[in-house]
């Protein structure tokens, strides 16, 4: 299974970490084949919103297809708006892919790609009348959204438990990681 793990430009790293250090750790429990990875438009290394500097594993272009896509939210995220090749990106993949993690403001892109209508829907509290522009079904205060296989969060700590959700519905091994990571007590 693909994990793909979009960063860019003053990404909120905490969501790229949280959803990596779940993932990588689910892999360590699981028989399954996992391929966790950061992709960007382009291999060059990315300025995350704390200073920490990523270099995406891929390239979209030549970026393995994702199962799940998770795009983690962050203050560059509208410069990604007018962006044509993360735009084809997430339009190719996101409506194929078997989960969808939208972070705390991923929602905002989403919206500008054409991809909310329709879909129940939240995103960072100060945010939440923005998204009604894209037509959704219904904008929702709450921590997560889930509106089928895609969800989406309002707070970054919400990362750590939607992914650890997809770890327990795939792979069933999220106690383990919980306990490996000290998340819960045996």
């Known amino acids: 299974?693909?994990?793909?793990?979009?960063?860019y430009h003053d990404v909120l790293d905490?969501?790229?970490?949280?959803?990596l250090t779940i993932f990588k750790?689910?892999?360590?429990?699981?028989e399954s084949s996992l391929?966790?990875?950061?992709?960007?438009?382009?291999?060059?290394?990315?300025?995350?919103?704390?200073?920490?500097?990523m270099t995406p594993s891929y390239a979209m272009s030549g970026a393995p297809e994702p199962d799940i896509l998770i795009v983690p939210g962050g203050a560059g995220i509208e410069k990604l708006f007018k962006d044509a090749t993360t735009r084809e990106y997430?339009?190719?993949?996101?409506?194929?892919?078997?989960h969808v993690l939208l972070g705390s403001n991923a929602?905002?892109?989403?919206?500008?790609?054409?991809?909310?209508?329709?879909?129940?829907?939240?995103?960072?509290?100060?945010l939440l009348e923005t998204l009604w522009k894209y037509n959704p079904a219904d904008v929702l205060e709450q921590r997560s959204i889930a509106d089928g296989t895609w969800v989406s969060i309002s707070r970054s700590?919400?990362?750590?438990?939607?992914?650890?959700?997809?770890?327990e519905l795939?792979?069933?091994?999220s106690a383990a990681v919980k306990t490996h990571l000290g998340l819960e007590i045996p």
């Open 25 to 30: 750790t689910a892999a360590r429990f699981t």
């Open 170 to 173: 795939e792979f069933a091994v």
């Open 35 to 53: 391929e966790i990875f950061t992709v960007h438009r382009t291999r060059a290394s990315v300025l995350g919103s704390s200073g920490l500097v």
């Open 1 to 7: 299974m693909n994990i793909a793990v979009l960063v």
């Open 107 to 126: 929602a905002l892109l989403f919206g500008e790609y054409g991809l909310l209508e329709q879909r129940n829907i939240t995103a960072f509290p100060s």
């Open 14 to 19: 905490f969501e790229v970490s949280s959803a």
């Open 90 to 98: 997430i339009r190719a993949y996101a409506p194929k892919a078997k």
């Open 157 to 167: 700590a919400a990362m750590l438990e939607i992914c650890l959700a997809v770890v």
